[in-house]
């Protein structure tokens, strides 16, 4: 495998599809206002989000091998990394340039749209790229901290500050829809880290999954994600979605298997696999049908 292959594994791009989701969802809610925004503002928001996404997933990949982790993690198709640069070590430095350089562009789409929009786009955007830099090194080692940020990232900062680089509205419609992608996004990563605890123990972290064990976790995972649907039932009963909206609770019955199952399967790493596999099928499946619930 080529150095050049490496930074591309490491960027895990099987993953990359929940940044331009959770973008879309901004998109769509400036759909749902009735004012379509611009295609080339569409295209480099989406942009942007997929960048930013690879940027984090890049700089995770350097830390994790920089610190000894990758050589202590045992790996799932869903945990543990990429597993790319245990493989070819020389390749780390060229991952870390990518990492800059995908930040980079992310940086430089942001200052268009702070050219565009003004103060409010560089509030999220600040947030954002401070999220990138500092969520491997530092926001790994605060329990809560650690439990929102990816959520706050993907949620809030993503999807709303895609509404303001697109010159819509931030409406309760916008807050509901960040929040739902707050919860679902930290409810990914929180199952995402059951298998990696261990590991992440013995390098310093302390996420829940450490602090609070397994089970307790668990039950977290659950509440998070039943809650996302909760939230999008009364938010279309109150008002603030439409009722097309409703389509994204298509998944919810995997979604009740999984917070069910879960507990049991913590001992047993197939079975466990598995509910990663279909957790990340209802988060994807959730995030798409909301897109085109608020599209119609």
């Not at 439990?147 to 509901?176: H, K, N, Q, Y």
């Not at 279909?278 to 909301?290: D, E, P, Q, R």
Request: with cysteine; charged share 10%; hydrophobic share 55%.
């Amino acid at each position: 495998m080529s150095e050049t292959v490496a930074v591309v594994r490491a960027s895990r791009p099987n993953f990359l599809v929940l940044a331009p989701l959770c973008a879309g969802l901004g998109v769509a809610v400036a759909w749902n206002q009735g004012e379509p925004p611009t295609l080339i503002n569409t295209l480099l928001v989406l942009i942007g989000a997929l960048l930013a996404h690879a940027a984090v997933n890049l700089l995770n990949e350097y830390e994790d091998f920089t610190s000894g982790l990758d050589l202590m993690t045992r790996r799932t198709p869903f945990s543990g990394g990429s597993g790319a640069l245990p493989e070819i070590p020389s390749a780390a430095r060229q991952v870390l340039l990518a990492a800059f350089g995908t930040l980079g562009l992310v940086i430089a789409i942001g200052l268009y749209f702070l050219w565009l929009r003004g103060l409010p786009m560089l509030v999220l955007g600040a947030a954002g790229v401070a999220l990138v830099l500092t969520y491997t090194r530092w926001i790994t080692r605060s329990p809560l901290i650690c439990l929102l940020a990816p959520g706050l990232g993907f949620g809030p900062v993503m999807i709303l500050g895609s509404l303001i680089a697109l010159g819509a509205r931030l409406d309760t419609t916008a807050v509901t829809v960040s929040v739902i992608g707050l919860l679902l996004v930290s409810e990914l990563l929180l199952i995402n880290q059951i298998p990696d605890a261990d590991a992440d123990r013995k390098v310093g972290r302390r996420h829940l999954v450490i602090t609070l064990g397994q089970p307790a976790a668990a039950r977290l995972v659950a509440l998070l994600l039943l809650s996302s649907y909760g939230l999008l039932e009364a938010a279309v009963w109150i008002g603030w979605l439409p009722v097309s909206a409703t389509l994204a609770l298509a998944p919810l019955p995997a979604a009740i298997w999984v917070s069910v199952k879960l507990p049991g399967a913590l001992a047993n790493p197939v079975q466990l696999n598995t509910l990663l596999g279909i957790n990340v099928a209802v988060l994807l499946a959730t995030l798409a049908l909301l897109i085109f619930g608020l599209s119609l």
